[in-house]
């Protein structure tokens, strides 16, 4: 398979027992490979960046058109609106960093899980069908944005000095082990974190795709000659697993948000 055909794209008329002798066709890495769909100043757009592109307008476009002119008794997109901000500020922001300190941080926050959450969910929209965070560099963009406020937060709270103290737990008082406990603070948290941040949104999106492309296939591939119970079962698990997706799409959004804001809660705490 091509790396220019979409998640879904194969060979129709590969199915089992067909006499063109091709076998499954599994999803794999070229599951995620999309060739350019068109050119704009140079910049050459494919399919998840078109979709991470939409769903920037989307997001801005809803929120826009749901307080540009608030009022006090709100209409019904205000209100769903509303129902997402508070979600988001007093759901995750609120209890992590309080009122007094969260309440700056909220419209990063909101930002945050609105696009993780929708660039999740174009995996079980028809057409698109792909998570876009299921590309490492989109993931890995957003940690980069939260691991970048986390630093400048520790160092513009704590200063030089202190911010070190802040990021490698350094506490004199634990004596000879010291050197190793910086040591291995220093390493989790400002190499490793950001890392694990990025990961964990794109593995799971990684592989929950790779579940979903692999029943959606499969269903068809066996839909055929006395193997169609089993083409069956296939199609019931691939519905399975868009309500499963459903539920992990929200979680992830959810998590990440939440990691930034321990961060930012960390970035801020008084070092003791």
Known sequence: ?????????????????????????????????????????????????????????????????AFSKAKVVPGKLQMIGEAGYDFVRRGIVYETLGKREGEKYVPLMVSLFFFIWIMNLWSIIPVAQFPVTSIIAFPAALAAIVYLTWLILTFRKHGFVGGFKNLTGYDKSLGPVLPLVVTIEFFSNVLVRPFTHAVRLFANMFAGHLLLVMFTVASWYLLNGWLAPAGAVSFVMAIVMILFELFVQAVQAYVFVLLACSYVQGALAEHH
């Not at 794999?28 to 490979?33: D, E, T």
């Not at 399919?47 to 826009?64: D, E, H, Q």
């Open 1 to 65: 398979m091509s790396a220019d055909q979409t998640t879904l794209a194969f060979d129709w008329s590969c199915r089992v027992f067909a006499d063109n002798g091709c076998g499954f066709p599994s999803p794999g890495l070229h599951s995620f490979m999309f060739k350019p769909m068109f050119e704009v100043g140079g910049i050459e757009f494919n399919k998840p960046m078109l979709l991470a592109l939409v769903t920037s307008l989307l997001v801005v476009g809803f929120f826009w058109a």
